[in-house]
């Protein structure tokens, strides 16, 4: 089994600064990427931010420039720093990961998702 453990949500004014973290624990073998996921009021979950085992990291439009992702691969833990927040990103932040783990000696793909941290950016 794979836990994903998310922390840093909260409330901060505009152009403030967030950082979030997100653990994963359990019977992992290797992570590919991780990367975090963002849903607003009425709107459908969408990507902000992921980065592979490698490096090799991909964002939203609405967040370049203002966000950053980053991994520490012997923690098997992803960050998302955030600065120059804006009202619009306001939302629960879910991380997800994509990995491989073993069952009963044969490997396999999950992709897991963490319980969400509420990013409230308002006066």
């Known amino acids: 089994q794979v836990q994903l453990v998310e922390s840093g949500g909260g409330l901060v004014q505009p152009g403030g600064s967030l950082r979030l973290s997100c653990a994963a624990s359990?019977?992992?073998?290797?992570?590919?990427?991780m990367g975090w996921y963002r849903q607003a009021p009425g709107n459908e979950r969408e990507l902000v931010a992921a980065?592979?085992?490698?490096?090799?990291?991909n964002s939203a439009d609405s967040v370049k420039g203002r966000f950053t992702i980053s991994r520490d691969n012997a923690e098997n833990t992803v960050y998302l720093q955030m600065n120059f927040l804006k009202p619009e990103d306001t939302a629960v932040y879910y991380c997800?990961?994509?990995?491989?783990?073993?069952?009963?000696?044969?490997?396999?793909?999950?992709?897991?998702w963490g319980q969400g941290t509420l990013v409230t950016v308002s006066s």
């Open positions: 359990g019977s992992i073998f290797s992570i590919n990427a």
């Open positions: 980065i592979t085992s490698g490096g090799i990291t």
């Open positions: 997800n990961a994509r990995l491989n783990t073993v069952v009963d000696g044969v490997g396999k793909f999950l992709e897991v």
